[in-house]
């Protein structure tokens, strides 16, 4: 079918549940962070301008009042700007009920572009970027070869925010594992704070099968956080916040416990609720506990 690049599952975000997802682009074109296991046997391809009039135009007849769009797969936004434009005025001519357009993102696709660009792209319906800070720890994102600098992800999430796009922001509890746990939070709180997302999710790190991170765990080079250490982390990480206007969500289900709220509305309590469960001793202190198969 004209809509397939036939890669399964196709990853979106959870808020993106309701939209329509359009997969402009297969798998993702870089494809080495070490932690990573959404895109690992999938060779990236991108479509052309004319396919992707072809896929709009087909999926406009199917659903013409779609009001949100998600552009998969990994990192749209690294499509130079010029594509972008092309792509947002097509969807906007032909989905008249359109109010946004969301897609992946990273930091360098973002600095890639000029003030004025990000802003033309806003005009355009351009939304929410889905942008995987992971840590904001230099050491460990090179370490997990995520293939970006924490100082190039706060600039371009603030650049964006300035333009009027909304961040959407994951970290990963746990990435440091015990070595840097305490990096891992400060750096991570650090950065959070300069950038000011508008939407912040805390997931726990999860060694995926085929993924070199699982084959650091099996050879006991990583040494996971314990679920008592996962706790801790987001804990400690909430403490240090100085957000003004962020809905904050830790319910995904690698998470040991679901926590949700905004900040800093909400921070004393989600605080409060983690030291109650620390003070408990009911967590493992050896082991990570129970964990998904997938992140």
Not at 107 to 124: C, M, N, P
Not at 225 to 243: F, M, N
């Amino acid at each position: 079918m004209l809509g397939l690049l036939h890669n399964n599952p196709l990853f979106r975000p959870p808020a993106e549940a309701e939209s329509l997802i359009l997969q402009v682009d297969r798998g993702c074109p870089y494809n080495r962070c070490t932690f990573c296991g959404m895109y690992r046997d999938v060779k990236f391809q991108r479509r052309s301008a004319e396919e992707i009039r072809r896929l709009i135009a087909a999926e406009a007849r199917q659903a013409p009042d779609t009001r949100r769009i998600f552009l998969a797969d990994g990192d749209v936004m690294r499509r130079p700007f010029e594509e972008l434009h092309g792509m947002l005025s097509e969807l906007a001519a032909r989905f008249p009920a359109l109010a946004r357009v969301n897609v992946y993102a990273t930091g360098s696709a973002i600095a890639a572009k000029t003030d004025e660009q990000l802003q033309a792209l806003r005009v355009l319906k351009l939304h929410t970027l889905y942008l995987g800070l992971e840590s904001g720890d230099e050491e460990i994102l090179r370490r997990v070869k995520k293939g970006e600098t924490a100082a190039c992800m706060i600039e371009a999430g603030r650049r964006a925010q300035t333009a009027g796009l909304r961040i959407s922001l994951m970290i990963l509890l746990g990435l440091g594992g015990v070595e840097r746990t305490r990096e891992h939070v400060a750096a991570t709180a650090d950065a959070l704070n300069r950038m000011q997302p508008r939407l912040l999710a805390a997931l726990r790190v999860v060694p995926v099968p085929g993924t070199e991170l699982h084959a650091e765990v099996r050879a006991g080079s990583f040494r996971q956080v314990s679920e008592r250490g996962a706790v801790q982390e987001v804990r400690d990480l909430l403490a240090r916040l100085e957000l003004t206007n962020t809905v904050f969500r830790a319910n995904h289900a690698s998470n040991v416990v679901p926590l949700e709220g905004r900040l800093p509305h909400d921070q004393a309590r989600l605080v409060a609720e983690l030291d109650r469960l620390l003070a408990a001793h009911r967590l493992d202190t050896d082991s990570p506990g129970s964990m998904p198969l997938w992140l």
